[in-house]
């Protein structure tokens, strides 16, 4: 099982941005697809971003052209470049690790999350 630790969360102003990462630790990270999660209070959990072991990336739709998903492979790290951040990004922020070295929009191809990070847009 592997361990993820968001951090890189906050209060930023509408337009603002943000710059994710997720540590993780115990595993073979490089091997698997990895992705980012958001859930609003009193929503279900939304897909945000995913990329696969060989680079290969998705976005759910509301933040395409906005938000950029990356993994630094010699330092276990996945990040997430949050630009022209709106309010209703306002969320709690989890990073995942796929099952397979390639991943989907649905959170059941993910084994292993974080605890999340709080993102919150507001002026």
């Known amino acids: 099982q592997v361990q993820l630790v968001e951090s890189g969360g906050g209060l930023v102003q509408p337009g603002g941005s943000l710059r994710l990462s997720c540590a993780a630790s115990?595993?073979?990270?490089?091997?698997?697809?990895m992705g980012w999660f958001r859930q609003a209070p009193g929503k279900e959990r939304e897909f945000v971003a995913g990329?696969?072991?060989?680079?290969?990336?998705n976005y759910g739709d509301s933040v395409k052209g906005r938000f950029t998903i990356s993994r630094d492979n010699a330092k276990n790290t996945l990040y997430l470049q949050m630009n022209s951040l709106k309010t209703e990004g306002t969320a709690a922020y989890s990073c995942?690790?796929?099952?397979?070295?390639?991943?989907?929009?649905?959170?059941?191809?993910?084994?292993?999350w974080g605890q999340g990070t709080q993102v919150t847009v507001s002026s």
């Open positions: 115990g595993g073979s990270f490089s091997s698997y697809a």
């Open positions: 995942a690790k796929s099952r397979w070295s390639w991943f989907t929009n649905t959170d059941s191809t993910f084994e292993d």
């Open positions: 990329i696969s072991n060989s680079g290969n990336t």
